[in-house]
C-alpha cells in the first residue's frame, strides 16, 4: 500500500506516519527528516536546503524531486510524509510510480484549525539524535525534556519558532493546498479530522484503511 499524507505543518502527520508504517510495515519517508539530516550532517544537498528552511520556504522542487527518486524504493509500500508539497512533486511523483508500476492508494488529508497547529508546533519537541517527536502539553517525554527513546535532551526546531511558523502555514495555503483539489480530481482523496487527540486521530486513520 502507498500512501501520501497531506496537510499543513503540525497537523500531526509525522506522529501518525511512524506509527501506522510500524504497524503496516510501511517505509515511513519524511522529506523532512531526511533534509534535516542533511543538514545535521552537512551534505551538499543539505547545505543548498537549509537556507530555506530556516526561512520557512519550501526547498526548491528539483532538489527535492531528484532526493524522493532515490529513496523511494520499487516494491514494498510507503508513506510519503511531507511529500508531494507542489503540483509539479506531484506530476514528478505520478511519473516515478508510473515507471516504477506503482500506484498511490490513498491521500490523506489532515485537517486541523489553525489555532490547534499553532499550540502543536510551538509545543512540539524533537529527539535531535533518534527524531523521536513529542509534545510539551499533548504527548510529554516521561522525564522533562529527556527522550524516552535514547535519553538525549530534546531540542525545539528551528523553524518552530512564532515569525517562521506564520510563513510556513502561508506557504502551506499557496503552494501545497492546491494539491488538495489536484487528488480530489483523481478521486485519491480522503479527509481526516485531525483534531482530536493522538489515540482518536489513529483509530480514524485505521478505519479510513480497513
Ligand atoms: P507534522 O508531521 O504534520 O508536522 P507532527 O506529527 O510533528 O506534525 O505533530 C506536531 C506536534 O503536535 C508534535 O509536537 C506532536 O507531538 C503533536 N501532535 C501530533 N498529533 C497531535 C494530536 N492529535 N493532538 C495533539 N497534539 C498532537
Ligand atoms: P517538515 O518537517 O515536513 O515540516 O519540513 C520542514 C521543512 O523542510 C519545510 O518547511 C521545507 O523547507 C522543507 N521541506 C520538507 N519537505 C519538502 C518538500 N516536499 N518540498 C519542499 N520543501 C520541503
Redesign the pocket.
Known amino acids: 500500500m502507498n500512501l501520501v499524507f497531506l496537510?499543513p505543518?503540525?497537523?500531526?502527520?509525522?506522529?501518525?506516519a511512524k506509527r501506522l508504517a510500524q504497524e503496516l510495515k510501511l517505509k515511513h519517508i519524511s522529506t523532512g527528516d531526511i533534509l534535516r539530516e542533511a543538514v545535521k550532517e552537512g551534505t551538499p544537498l543539505g547545505k543548498k536546503a537549509k537556507e530555506y528552511m530556516d526561512r520557512g520556504e519550501l526547498v526548491p522542487d528539483e532538489l527535492i524531486i531528484a532526493l524522493i527518486e532515490e529513496v523511494v524504493p520499487d516494491s514494498g509500500g510507503v508513506i510519503l510524509?511531507?511529500f508531494p508539497r507542489t503540483l509539479e512533486q506531484a506530476k514528478a511523483l505520478d511519473a516515478m510510480f508510473e515507471k516504477k508500476g506503482l500506484s498511490i492508494d490513498k491521500v490523506i488529508l489532515?485537517d486541523a484549525p489553525d489555532d490547534a497547529i499553532v499550540e502543536?508546533?510551538s509545543?512540539?519537541?524533537s529527539c535531535p539524535s533518534c527524531g523521536a517527536?513529542?509534545?510539551v502539553k499533548?504527548?510529554p517525554p516521561k522525564e522533562n525534556e529527556l527522550c524516552d527513546t535514547c535519553g538525549t535532551k530534546l531540542v525545539q526546531r528551528e523553524d518552530d519558532r512564532e515569525e517562521v511558523v506564520r510563513k510556513r502555514l502561508e506557504v502551506y495555503r499557496k503552494q501545497t493546498a492546491p494539491l488538495i483539489e489536484y487528488y480530489e480530481a483523481k478521486g485519491l482523496l480522503v479527509r481526516l479530522d485531525?483534531s482530536?487527540?493522538?489515540a482518536s486521530?489513529y483509530r480514524e486513520l485505521e478505519s479510513i484503511l480497513n
Open positions: 496537510g505543518p503540525g497537523a500531526g502527520k509525522g506522529t501518525q510524509d511531507g489532515f502543536r508546533l509545543g512540539r519537541r517527536v513529542y509534545h499533548f504527548n485531525a482530536k487527540d493522538i486521530v
